[in-house]
């Protein structure tokens, strides 16, 4: 609609100024030999100027935000124009086809009278938001906190828009405007001026506009203003995320918190790569499962396969994805268990799978230390099984979701997805390609640490921890699961991936933001209590062991673990022997795993 309206307008003012042109150069007098001409000239121009103003991209900028740089396309794309123009009247018409042939003068003119009116519309939206709409004084008396461009750009649509803001003031540190003004609004020393500067205006939100800050930074901003009194803070995407909106500011979250950097994988060809392919997930209705069927749907690949136990868990997720699939889209929900051979090996022979994820596994740290039968059974032997049909029905890629807590495993739970690493490590001779991909907790997760603390603030508190020094690498599950796309493109064969989880999180700094997130404070109306480590838990997890290096990819999230020490050949599969035999006698289970992890850590 803004593309038809400005040409329209072009049109229009192209037809006057070619006719102002001819008049002012004559005296104010319509000579007859060009009233004959003139619609072919106009057509010609029109199309010239189109041309060139569509080149300088003059048709597709923001008419709210039109400036200097708008300004500079203008000039370059008229004197563009009067070049052209000119070199063509004077060295084709006027050589070849006099009759058609125009005063130098009226052209000149005619330039400078379009680039005056073309300019003048384009500015018109700009100086009715600025000068005659009154400005947005309603809504809540708000700070932002980071004096820069996009703070700039914030003030001036908040104050056009009915976002139920209103800007009092910006908070910086270490800006160079601290005590100048942007917009007529004063820049404040966030760390000195800031309880005063929030009573003195009445400050009722705060927006977080800090696209360049790290999770601690965010987090020291969010207690620094929660302190000073304030609820409702809000905030600013990065500018990784960033599309002009005021209508993308949020209240915050614990994902911004973390605020880890935007994601950014090789879609094109991670999609062109699975397109066309039969992929199994299992695990598809969990947590990391569930969602890699998403991201499928998402790279337009054509045949899934999601298997799961969870039957609910199936279903929400058929139904979810039921109204956005392609009718080129087949997606297949299976209720079965990767501990049934007869089921799996249906599945491989019926269904041919090429790629497979394979996320099913239990992840449970103190359930299974009381079960570890079970941890063997699904977390080693259920990964066997499907280890040994991808590699008899020639799948082309395997890719085994892996934890931190297979690293240097003090936990049944981690010894056992340690083992499933080293099944698939020692797949190497398979025409299939064999890889794990390790990261740590996702945030959001069935079971995990986040919704366990919401649901305990719910209930008034206590908010209980484990240890007060235990720390933690989260990322979101989102991000978790582009990770591991783009592992799988670059995989080879039995390597271990290892994913950049950024800083580990104190739990106890994890919980304290949730608190005041819930618009409480901790240790006032929610207790914090340390309850002592459980088996097999650690203080701080490790993505990779102190004997491993990296070896990096093209990916710089992505690396792959080396491994030093060399296995015996024959170790992995005695101690699957052994699991296999003892699998319905925990006290054995657990004093092969016990052996397992005692060996490996020696």
Avoid at 179 to 205: A, C, H, S, W
Wanted: with cysteine; aromatic share 10%.
């Amino acid at each position: 609609m803004r593309f038809a309206v400005l040409l329209f307008g072009d049109v229009l003012i192209s037809v006057f100024s070619l006719s102002m042109a001819i008049e002012l150069r004559f005296g104010f007098v319509f000579p007859e030999q060009y009233k004959k001409i003139f619609w072919q000239w106009v057509l010609a121009l029109v199309l010239l100027k189109f041309i060139l103003l569509y080149l300088f991209k003059l048709y597709s900028f923001s008419l709210r935000f039109v400036g200097i740089v708008e300004f500079f396309r203008l000039i370059k794309a008229f004197f563009l124009f009067l070049v052209l123009a000119r070199a063509v009247n004077l060295w084709l018409l006027r050589v070849y086809f006099p009759a058609y042939s125009l005063p130098s003068g009226v052209i000149i003119i005619d330039s400078i009278v379009s680039f005056t009116l073309f300019g003048f519309i384009r500015l018109l939206k700009r100086l009715y938001h600025e000068f005659l709409l009154p400005v947005n004084a309603k809504g809540k008396r708000t700070l932002i906190v980071g004096a820069n461009i996009k703070s700039e750009r914030l003030i001036k649509d908040m104050r056009l828009s009915k976002t139920g803001l209103f800007p009092m003031a910006v908070a910086d540190e270490f800006s160079e405007k601290l005590g100048k003004e942007i917009y007529g609004l004063p820049v404040i020393d966030f760390k000195q001026d800031i309880t005063r500067t929030i009573r003195m205006n009445r400050i009722e939100t705060a927006l977080i506009n800090l696209p360049k800050a790290g999770h601690k930074e965010v987090s020291d901003v969010f207690a620094r203003l929660k302190k000073a009194g304030l609820n409702d803070i809000r905030i600013v995407p990065r500018m990784d995320e960033w599309k002009e909106s005021v209508n993308q500011i949020h209240a915050i979250k614990i994902e911004d918190l973390l605020s880890r950097q935007a994601v950014r994988i090789d879609f094109k060809n991670i999609s062109e790569n699975l397109h066309d392919k039969m992929v199994m997930v299992t695990g598809g209705a969990g947590s990391i499962g569930s969602e890699i069927v998403r991201k499928l749907r998402e790279l337009r690949v054509q045949r899934v396969v999601a298997v799961d136990m969870d039957e609910s868990g199936l279903f929400n997720l058929q139904q979810e994805l039921l109204p956005l699939l392609t009718d080129k889209q087949q997606f297949l929900y299976v209720v079965a268990s990767i501990c049934s051979q007869h089921k799996m090996n249906a599945l491989f022979r019926d269904h041919a799978p090429q790629v497979v994820f394979h996320a099913a596994a239990y992840k449970h740290v103190p359930l299974m230390e009381e079960y570890p039968e079970e941890a063997a059974r699904v977390n080693v032997l259920g990964t066997r099984r499907m280890v040994m049909l991808a590699d008899q029905y020639k799948v082309e890629k395997f890719v085994n979701i892996s934890t931190d807590k297979a690293v240097k495993p003090r936990s049944v739970m981690g010894a056992s997805k340690r083992l499933a690493e080293m099944i698939c490590q020692d797949m190497g001779r398979s025409s299939t390609h064999f890889i794990s991909v390790r990261f740590g907790n996702v945030l959001g997760s069935r079971g995990s640490v986040v919704p366990l603390f919401l649901e305990q603030i719910r209930r008034g508190g206590p908010v209980t921890i484990t240890h007060p020094d235990v720390n933690r690498y989260f990322m979101t599950i989102p991000e978790a699961v582009l990770l591991v796309m783009q592992a799988q493109y670059l995989s080879r064969n039995g390597e271990v991936f290892v994913l950049e989880m950024g800083e580990p999180v104190r739990i106890v700094d994890l919980a304290q933001n949730l608190i005041r997130l819930n618009g409480l404070e901790p240790g006032k109306d929610i207790e914090i209590v340390f309850t002592g480590l459980r088996p097999g838990e650690k203080l701080f997890e490790e993505l990779l062991t102190a004997e491993e290096g990296v070896e990096k990819t093209i990916h710089k999230k992505v690396y792959i673990a080396k491994f030093k020490k060399p296995r015996p050949a024959n170790g992995v599969q005695k101690i699957l022997a052994e699991i296999q035999e003892a699998i319905d006698e925990p006290p054995k289970i657990r004093k092969i795993l016990d052996r397992f992890m005692q060996a490996y850590l020696n």
